[in-house]
């Protein structure tokens, strides 16, 4: 489906006047503004390829209509959003979700919708139809060598198809782990997947970054091989320095202390980037910002006071990503109120007083930290995210277009009712 420029620009006028007030008053409640605006307008977000359809849970999954059938067809709604929002310039693939048989043709379709590829995914938690051995009891963690080299190679495969794509980082998600007590030896659980780790990260291009994701339980219930940000940590130590941790938002242990996980990654310069989405129980992978809104401030408040201090670009130097798909909302609405809840926690910890902050932390003064923190989260930001968008040639409001010009219902008219996209 085609979005001509001319039916944003006609829903951004009749918006304007309410918008250019709005815009005026937060520009007297918040500092430094026009700075602000630039660092959204250039910060980006890569929509995974797994979440354009309807999510499921494993009691059951309730496809919606006009789903992407395919990999040009998820590249077109991410190239919507994108268009809709000019915020979500990037696509992360799943493989073999997703393959990009003409990876020529792939990217040449990605960049006419102003599209670059974030991080590829590598899958080693499914069995898939040709595939010689099963993933049962591990993958890189497994006893047996043959497992483990199917799923280093698998991996190599991955890294080959993102060479061709222009990406330049593979995230590893592993599903090893075990369920009872005694069914693994740690220590050599741990050694395989080093091990295999190590070789993966042998076939990495010098400027590529490997993203180890952790996560606490799921599907494995006892131990998790990779189960926490220090076990992520002590394998991207020994891989090297291309090596990082990726921190997925729902894959801790409930009350995790977040924020302070993220500053201490990145003081130790191996926080890789991001997997955003909420919860409230464990990997519920819901709309970003929906649940804990205030967890996703206080993680961009450590994000913008880490890199800064550190002298990081904050669009560039981390990979920003959402994993979130549900059953229940149409998935590229659901992205866009991602997006937003992401640029809105940003825009607010850009906003924070840094200096009267760490005047407070230095002083004890426990109540005005607390108070420049809470009055920067309770500041509506909105005008200046919409501003932003408004800069960049997007919809001043993203969702209430998408429904003004029926997208969803036009992608059902186009690809059908009863479509099923790719992925969990
Ligand atoms: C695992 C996970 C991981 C996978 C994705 C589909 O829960 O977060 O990132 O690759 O979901
Ligand atoms: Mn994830
Ligand atoms: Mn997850």
């Known amino acids: 489906m085609l979005l001509e420029s001319y039916k944003i ?20 409640e918040i500092a430094g503004t026009e700075e602000i605006i630039q660092k959204l307008v250039d910060f980006q977000i890569a929509i995974p390829s797994w979440a ?3 999510g499921g849970t494993r009691f059951g999954r309730f496809a919606g209509g006009g789903e992407p059938r395919t990999l040009e067809e998820k590249i077109e709604d991410v190239g919507l959003l994108h268009t809709l929002n000019k915020a979500s310039g990037a696509i992360s693939l799943h493989i073999p979700w997703d393959i990009p048989t003409d990876p020529k043709a792939i990217r040449a379709l990605a960049a006419q919708h ?21 993933y049962k009891f591990g993958s890189l963690q497994n006893v047996n060598k043959a497992i483990r080299k199917q799923a280093i190679d698998h991996n190599i495969e991955v890294i080959k198809h993102g060479i061709e794509l222009g990406s330049d980082s593979l995230t590893v998600w592993l599903s ?3 369920c009872f007590p005694g069914q ?17 990260y042998a076939a990495l291009p010098d400027d590529w970054k ?7 339980f799921e599907p494995n219930f006892y131990s998790m091989t990779v189960g926490d940000w220090g076990q992520s940590l002590s394998y991207a130590r020994k891989l090297g320095d291309k090596a990082y941790t990726l921190v997925d938002l729902g894959h801790h242990l409930p009350n995790a202390n977040i924020e302070q996980i993220v500053s201490l990654l990145l003081m130790e310069e191996k926080l890789g980037g991001f997997h955003f989405n909420d919860s409230k129980y464990g990997d519920d992978d819901l709309t970003a910002g929906s649940v804990k809104p205030y967890q996703l401030f206080l993680i961009f408040n450590e994000l913008v006071e880490g890199m800064d201090a550190r002298g990081m670009n904050h669009a560039k130097d981390l990979g920003w990503m959402i994993d979130a798909s549900h059953n229940v909302k149409d998935p590229l609405e659901d992205l866009l109120q991602s997006v937003e809840a992401i640029m809105i926690a940003y825009a607010q910890a850009l906003s924070v007083d840094r200096k009267a902050l760490e005047d407070a932390q230095e002083n004890n003064d426990v109540v005005r930290a607390q108070e420049i923190l809470q009055n920067a989260f309770r500041t509506d930001v909105r005008a200046i995210v919409a501003e932003a968008r408004l800069r960049a040639g997007a919809a001043l409001n993203p969702v209430a277009l998408y429904r003004e010009l029926k997208v969803r219902e036009n992608l059902i008219a186009e690809r059908g009712l009863k479509t099923v996209s790719t992925g969990l």
């Open 52 to 54: 354009l359809g309807t």
């Open 9 to 28: 620009a006609s829903h951004n006028d009749s918006l304007l006047k309410g918008h250019e007030n709005k815009l005026a008053f937060t520009r007297s």
């Open 114 to 134: 102003g599209l670059k590829f974030d991080a590829v995914n590598s899958n080693t938690f499914q069995d898939q139809a040709d595939q010689e051995h099963t």
């Open 184 to 200: 693994l030896n740690f220590r050599k659980a741990y050694q395989n997947t080093l091990e295999s780790l190590q070789e993966i």
């Open 210 to 216: 490997i993203f180890v994701e952790y996560k606490a």
């Open 176 to 178: 090893d782990g075990s």
